[in-house]
């Protein structure tokens, strides 16, 4: 199938507002990963103990933030695609020709993943994002949209079976005579982060890079199905047009939320010993976790959709007008927080990782966000593009061109 179908020339709050908003709950959900130092807990990074508070952000937090914000994000990235594809044929490029710098866009996001990690954040996404898009633009972008939603059910469809084979392991593994054991895949992810000599934090990062590119990316499903669906929606304009979409926005936010909420309430009350679930089995919670993620994450961005179209009716304040820039500038933004956290948290830096808990990570987390906010708001005041938002347009332009533009 061909897209010809011409986008509103206007840029849309909706997306933006979604990516600047999410990135907070980015931030809240990747620096726990810089407290290290002590006991990894199976299926959580969370560590144990704490305050009260702690306890109450440890929860919220797996049942809002872990595994639903990616989603959302691939939902975007999907639909960014789809856009990007439409606004170059709404300007005379052929379809081909389109394709093949997205082509080379998603080569650069997975080059840009691959130094991120080895210079700072062994948990990127952008590699993922780079290599999923690869794979799902040569397969999808052409498709028909029955292709679309038959290919989105199926992988939402192995989720969910997944989900059950897991229960079912994590009941076997209860009953053994012999527990097997847990699984170290968290105490790979931490490692990097209690390495006090550069080089061999450089070292662990890469290691566990291939793990969260291919795992994620591709192995997971819920980024592929949610990028895929992302393709979907862009083609009938959902969030450009939601006045045309409400009951399906209504509809996908409440279902979605809902899901997401209930579903990592029983991972929660396991780890916090509520809900008595032996160590062995503990493993359960990060398929089911990745399964009520996708529809969380959905329905984050339906929530947005919404919020979107009711404050479209009103000039924004300088709030909404801040945080859209953020979005605007997600890349730049997402790659900021690892420059203001890693240097900071882990052992190779200052390692103040290891003297903070849950409630004040995520009051560093918030500070880092605000961080990024004011510099967006500058930059727009400006109308200055993010620098890696540049870089990477300018790195996706055919040879010739960059050449003519220098």
Same mark, same amino acid.
């Given at each position: 199938m061909t897209v010809t179908q011409a986008a509103p020339g206007t840029r849309v709050l909706a997306p933006d507002l979604a990516r600047g908003g999410m990135l907070l709950l980015i931030a809240v959900a990747n620096t726990p990963w810089y407290l290290w130092g002590r006991d990894v807990r199976p299926s959580t990074i969370h560590p144990p103990g704490g305050s009260a508070l702690d306890r109450i952000v440890q929860v919220l937090s797996m049942i809002t933030v872990d595994f639903? &914000?990616?989603?959302? =994000? #691939? =939902?975007? =990235?999907?639909?960014?695609?789809v856009q990007a594809v439409i606004r170059r044929q709404a300007a005379g490029q052929r379809l081909p020709i389109a394709l093949a710098q997205l082509r080379r866009r998603n080569l650069w996001l997975l080059a840009f993943g691959f130094v991120h990690a080895a210079l700072l954040w062994q948990g990127d996404i952008l590699g #993922?994002?780079?290599l999923a898009g690869l794979l799902l633009a040569r397969l999808f972008v052409r498709r028909g949209d029955r292709v679309l939603l038959i290919w989105s059910t199926i992988g939402a469809g192995l989720l969910t079976l997944a989900t059950l084979l897991g229960i079912v392991g994590a009941y076997l593994a209860a009953i053994a005579p012999e527990p097997p054991g847990? $699984?170290?895949?968290?105490?790979?992810?931490? %490692?990097?982060?209690?390495? +006090?000599? !550069? *080089?061999? %934090?450089?070292l662990q990062r890469l290691a566990f890079w291939p793990v969260v590119t291919v795992g994620q990316g591709l192995l997971a499903l819920a980024l592929p199905v949610a990028i895929v669906l992302g393709f979907w929606a862009a083609r009938r304009? $959902?969030?450009?047009?939601?006045?045309?979409?409400? !009951? *399906? *926005?209504?509809? &996908? +936010?409440?279902?979605? &939320?809902?899901i997401g909420c209930l579903g990592g309430l029983p991972h929660a009350l396991a780890v916090m010993g509520w809900l008595p679930i032996p160590p062995e089995s503990m493993f359960v919670f990060e398929i089911t976790q990745m399964t009520t993620g996708l529809p969380a994450g959905l329905g984050y961005a339906a929530v947005f959709g919404l919020l979107g179209h009711r404050l479209s009716r009103h000039r924004p304040g300088p709030v909404v007008q801040s945080i859209a820039a953020v979005g605007q500038r997600s890349l730049s933004a997402y790659l900021t927080q690892s420059v203001l956290c890693a240097p900071v948290l882990a052992a190779w830096g200052l390692g103040l990782g290891a003297h903070l808990h849950s409630a004040a990570i995520a009051g560093y987390a918030i500070a880092v966000w605000l961080i990024t906010v004011a510099a967006a708001r500058v930059l727009e005041r400006y109308r200055h593009p993010g620098p890696a938002e540049t870089l990477l347009r300018r790195l996706s332009q055919p040879t010739r061109r960059r050449s003519a533009n220098p």
């Open positions: 639903r &914000v990616y989603p959302m =994000f #691939a =939902f975007l =990235f999907g639909y960014g695609m #993922a994002y780079g847990t $699984v170290g895949y968290l105490g790979l992810g931490t %490692a990097a982060s209690e390495q +006090a000599d !550069p *080089l061999a %934090a450089v304009h $959902v969030l450009e047009r939601p006045q045309d979409h409400l !009951p *399906l *926005l209504r509809r &996908v +936010a409440a279902i979605g &939320v809902t």
